[in-house]
C-alpha cells in the first residue's frame, strides 16, 4: 500500500486548509485511514483515525471541532479539513492505514503544514 499526502502549506493563524491523502497499491474497501503529525523536536502523534473503515472517528482532543476526517468519492481517497488553524498544529502531516485492530502498518510521506500567528 502506497499513501501520498498533499496540500500541506503555509498559513495565517485562523486560515483553512484541506489535505488528501490517496492510498494505492494492493488495497482493499477494509482499509482503515488515519491522519498524524510530528512538529520539530516532538513524537509523532495522531491527530484523527477511523476505528473502522468508513466509520466512526476518533479526534485528539486538540482539534476536536476544528479538523473534520472524510472519505472522498474514490474509495481510497481521504480528507482532513481544518478550520482554525492555530501555530500549535504546525507539523508534518502524514496519512496511514492499517487492516486491523492494531497499529497503522503503512506510511505514507507527510506534508508540512505551518501555521504563522
Known amino acids: 500500500v502506497q499513501l501520498q499526502a498533499s496540500g500541506g502549506g503555509t498559513v495565517q493563524a485562523g486560515d483553512s486548509l484541506r489535505l488528501s491523502c490517496a492510498a494505492s497499491?494492493?488495497?482493499?474497501?477494509?482499509?482503515?485511514m488515519g491522519w498524524f503529525r510530528q512538529a520539530p523536536g516532538k513524537e509523532r502523534e495522531f491527530v484523527s483515525r477511523?476505528?473502522?473503515?468508513?466509520?466512526?472517528?476518533d479526534y485528539r482532543d486538540s482539534v476536536k471541532g476544528r479538523f473534520t476526517m472524510s472519505r472522498g468519492n474514490a474509495k481510497n481517497l481521504v480528507y482532513l479539513q481544518m478550520n482554525s488553524l492555530k501555530p500549535e498544529d504546525t507539523a508534518v502531516y502524514s496519512c496511514?492505514?492499517?487492516?486491523?485492530?492494531?497499529?497503522?502498518?503503512?506510511w505514507g510521506q507527510g506534508t508540512q503544514v505551518t501555521v504563522s500567528s
Open positions: 496511514a492505514a492499517k487492516y486491523g485492530p492494531g497499529g497503522f502498518e503503512y
Open positions: 497499491g494492493p488495497t482493499s474497501s477494509r482499509i482503515i
Open positions: 477511523e476505528i473502522w473503515s468508513g466509520g466512526r472517528i
